[in-house]
């Protein structure tokens, strides 16, 4: 397995750590094989640390194929995230499709607070998450404006054990260098809205930090 593929993996299984309630943060440590050797998280005081552990260890098993001892999962309770950084991460709020006269087109809308960012993609014969991928990184584009640039470098289905997600990779470039990003999202919904979804999730890990640095 590939570096790349190593990494592809550690995200999914990063990502299924975070739909169990009250965790805030995950974070994989694996060998060369890629076995986890260590699950570190940040979780919610509302929850007793044992129902937490029991559910990591649960979701990555039936639904990432992976038995984990539960003395390899630390786990850290804190207060709840503050909302001024939440406030900095950007939600999906539209995915829509159409085919009209001008052929099949996907605009995808983001939000930060107030603010709403829209991007349009128009394509023949591309399947509709790469149209809703392209249209993501317009709207992403116009959010960070001449803070940096987000680029499309693959989107890519692919099953993981019983799950079937989208892969997103891309490049973040800015004053001449660039930086490699991931993002993943399960497929329970249209594939333009998971797709969409994908590139999200990878871009806001960059995100966050970015809007929280002044222009120029």
């Known amino acids: 397995m590939t570096a790349e593929a190593f990494q592809s993996r550690q995200e999914v299984l990063e990502q299924l750590i975070y739909q169990v309630r009250g965790v805030h943060a995950a974070r994989l440590i694996t060998d060369p094989q890629g076995q986890i050797n260590e699950v570190h998280v940040v979780g919610t005081p509302q929850r007793s640390p044992k129902q937490i552990v029991r559910d990591i260890e649960s979701i990555l098993y039936v639904r990432g194929g992976v038995r984990l001892d539960h003395r390899k999962i630390s786990l850290v309770q804190v207060a709840e995230r503050a909302p001024h950084a939440a406030a900095r991460r950007l939600q999906l709020?539209?995915?829509?499709?159409?085919?009209?006269?001008?052929?099949?087109?996907?605009?995808?809308?983001?939000?930060?607070?107030?603010?709403?960012?829209?991007?349009?993609?128009?394509?023949?014969?591309?399947?509709?998450?790469?149209?809703?991928?392209?249209?993501t990184i317009y709207a992403l584009n116009?959010?960070?404006?001449?803070?940096?640039?987000?680029?499309?470098?693959?989107?890519?289905?692919?099953?993981?054990?019983t799950?079937?997600?989208?892969?997103a990779h891309l490049s973040f470039v800015l004053d001449g260098g660039f930086e490699s990003l991931l993002g993943v999202s399960v497929v329970r919904?249209?594939?333009?809205?998971?797709?969409?979804?994908?590139?999200?999730?990878a871009a806001n890990r960059r995100v966050e930090r970015l809007l929280g640095e002044p222009l120029g």
């Open 93 to 135: 709020v539209e995915v829509t499709a159409r085919s009209d006269g001008a052929g099949p087109s996907v605009s995808v809308g983001l939000a930060l607070q107030e603010q709403r960012f829209e991007g349009l993609e128009r394509g023949s014969g591309e399947p509709w998450s790469a149209l809703a991928a392209s249209a």
């Open 142 to 161: 116009a959010a960070v404006g001449p803070r940096g640039n987000f680029r499309l470098e693959h989107l890519q289905r692919q099953s993981l054990g």
């Open 163 to 167: 799950l079937e997600i989208f892969l």
């Open 189 to 201: 919904e249209d594939e333009a809205t998971v797709a969409a979804r994908a590139v999200l999730d």
